[in-house]
């Protein structure tokens, strides 16, 4: 199934610019910082251990930090690992673009695998600042807690029968289809983009942005898929 355009909110739009400002902060301080120290030493025509085992002190100390922060703000595992690739990917492009130059041959090719390493780990880098305005410019704490089906809510009932949807801080949501019988519950992954709820499961097939918003009386209410659904906190 081909995955639908979302449009961007004003959250987003804001997000994207931060992640690109972070991205050129990030990329700028790369140069500055590893350019010049970990070059090859034209004495020995070795590259300096100290600037090597500082490079990758940072280059696995910093995104894994971020990732840990991210998911104690409830950010899905899923963009955490995006953003740990991204890094990953660019510490071992830059890497490899450094072991195979020397001061008098640095042909092209290799200062373009270099550059496409420092802009890897900057875009990796820039992720968390862009996941955290979303996650925190909307009304995520508002959703945290336990809510189930509002009763006289015909339309989401008859729809996806009586639920209780659970959102925890990790960001899990355990959404429960009750039944006399056997109830069914099931676990997915959650974040919120803006003023949508963004639910994913642990292997997804895309993701499905769902609208929500709060109604004067505390309730909650949902629009997936053209249904409307009501819930009451419990």
């Keep these: 199934m081909k995955r639908q355009p979302v449009p961007l909110t004003r959250d987003d739009w804001k997000a ?4 690109v400002s972070t991205i050129a902060i990030g990329v700028l301080i790369v140069f500055m910082i590893f350019w ?12 300096p251990l100290p600037a090597i085992a500082f490079f990758y002190a940072i280059a696995v100390a910093l995104p894994s930090l971020f990732a840990l922060y991210l998911w104690r703000n409830g950010i899905s595992q899923r963009s955490i690992k995006n953003c740990l690739i991204f890094a990953a990917t ?8 450094r072991w195979m130059s020397t001061p008098s041959d640095r042909p092209t090719a290799i200062f373009k695998v270099e550059a496409l390493g420092v802009l890897f780990f900057a875009i990796g880098i820039a992720e968390v600042p862009r996941l955290l305005w979303l996650n925190q410019s909307s009304e995520r704490a508002s959703l945290l807690g336990v809510w189930e089906s509002q009763p006289g809510d015909g339309e989401g009932i008859q729809k996806y029968g009586r639920v209780q949807m ?4 990790n960001g899990q949501l355990i959404y429960t289809v009750l039944s006399d019988t056997a109830p069914r519950s099931f676990r997915h992954y959650y974040s919120v983009q803006g003023s949508d709820i963004v639910m994913r ?19 909650l209410v949902l629009y997936r898929k053209g249904v409307k659904s009501q819930y009451r906190r419990i």
């Design 16 to 19: 994207n610019a931060i992640g």
């Design 36 to 47: 010049p120290k970990f070059s090859v030493d034209p004495k020995t025509s070795e590259h």
């Design 90 to 97: 660019g510490a071992a492009l830059f890497s490899a673009g």
């Design 166 to 169: 659970r959102f925890l801080p």
């Design 201 to 219: 499961q642990a292997n997804p097939v895309e993701d499905e942005k769902t609208p929500f918003a709060f109604m004067s009386d505390g309730a």
